[in-house]
Structure formats: C-alpha cells, structure tokens
C-alpha cells in the first residue's frame, strides 16, 4: 500500500491551518436552556457534552433541585443546586499539557434578598441538591463565584470548600459573567507537591483578575450552580472548555516536518 506524498510547503500549510484546534480551546461541555419554565432541567441532558468525559464515567445529565428550570430560571424560596458529573476527566488531566480549563456562566439574580446569591463553581464531589455551595455540608465547592441581589462590601470568590477562604475583589453584584479558570499544566507551575493547581477568577465587571495556588491535591469531579434561600433569578451561557498548551501543537509539527525530510530523500 503507497501513500501520497506531501511537500513541505503542504504540510506546513496544512499545519498552519489546524493549529487553531491546538491553540483553541475545546468545548467539553455546554447547556443553552433552551427549555420550558414549567419544565425542570434534572434528568435533561446537557446541549454539549463531550464524549471523552463520559468515557472518564462522567454524565452529560443534569442532577437538579426541581426549582432549576429548563429555561435557565430558578424560583423557590431554599436553597438549591444543580450539577453535572466530570467523572475523572479533569483529574486525568493534572499535571500534563491538556490540564487547564475554564468554566464559564452569565448569573441574573433578580429579587429576593440583598445578601442571597446566585453561585457558579467546580465541586470536589456531590453537592446535596436542597444545599447552595456555601452551606452543603459536605463542603465540596472549590473555585466558586457568587453575585447577590443588592449586598456590597461581601466576598465575591472562594477558593476554599463551603464559605471558608474568600476572597473580596469585585462587586458581585447583579448580572454577572464569570470565567473561573483552572491551571493544572507544568508550564503553569503543577508540581504536585507544593503547586497542586492555579485557581483564576475573572468578572465581566472588572478588568483584573485574582489567581491563587492551591496548596493541596483537589479531586474535581463536578461542575454546577447553585442558589442561596429566596433569590430569584437565571442562567445562562454555561460553558467548560479545556485549553491545550501550544507545546503539543509544536510536537506534532516537528514530528511532521521529520517525516517529510525522510519521504523527500
């Protein structure tokens, strides 16, 4: 069986054009809550939801207090959470080229009281469903962030489990887009010993952002949103993605450009 050959000038085009996969980022999941507000999004599955994940025994199907509707709103007067399960994927991915991701929400809270949130997060395990991330008692919440109805001067992002390791940056505030991005790779200094990940937060009401070293290994299986007590309010744009280093784009294109030297002499 013959191949084609491929000049130089092919391959680094061809290259050159796919790099965009490698530097990009990829869409492991994403939910449009394009449903109905009489419908409930627990036991829906999730718009996007990559393969890869479920063979790591994740589920693209949402597990969701009854009060999370398919259109995005939540109602009720407790607190709630929805999730989904990430299996080992995540996990699989510290310490490697392919560990860093972003997740990624617009929160809307609406009405209810000022200092009640709306909270979007990475879990380290099930967060109870009648439960926000702040009094699950399990305190499986790491890398949350939250925005109130009207509070001022309240932390706005916590690294630690539950409400412990807060940390006060922006005014988290009514509608909010958040992006909390997780570093797992070498090149953003995992060792596994004293850098077991780089947590950063970012608001589209603040130019800035705030990062912090986790100083311990995290087992992040889940992702999700939750709800304090009586807040009304929506979501939307919900989005993880996974950001691979351009180092495995350079492999691949040196491994190409040697095969090609070989074919051409």
Known sequence: ??????????????????????????????????????????????????????????????AASTDFKADGTVTGADSDAARLNLGTYINASMGTATGKFSLTATLNPISGGGADFLSLGYFTGPIDLGEDFASDTNKYAVATAVTRVSSDGISDYFKGPGAANSIDHVEGRGLRTYTLDFDFTPEGGYDGVSNFGTMTFHSDNDSGSVSRVLNSAQ?????????????????????????????????????????????RR
């Open 1 to 62: 069986m013959t191949f084609p050959t491929l000049s130089l000038k092919k391959f680094i085009l061809c290259t050159l054009l796919g790099s965009s996969i490698s530097y990009g980022e990829i869409i492991l999941v994403s939910h449009a809550f394009g449903g109905l507000a009489s419908e409930t999004i627990n036991g829906q599955d999730a718009t996007v939801f990559n393969s890869g994940i479920t063979a790591a025994g994740g589920s693209a199907t949402w």
């Open 219 to 263: 087992n992040i299986q889940y992702i999700g949103i939750t709800r304090d007590d009586s807040v009304q309010g929506a979501f939307s744009n919900f989005q993880l993605t996974q950001i691979p280093e351009p180092g495995s784009f350079v492999l691949v294109f040196v491994g190409g450009l040697f095969l090609v030297a070989r074919r």
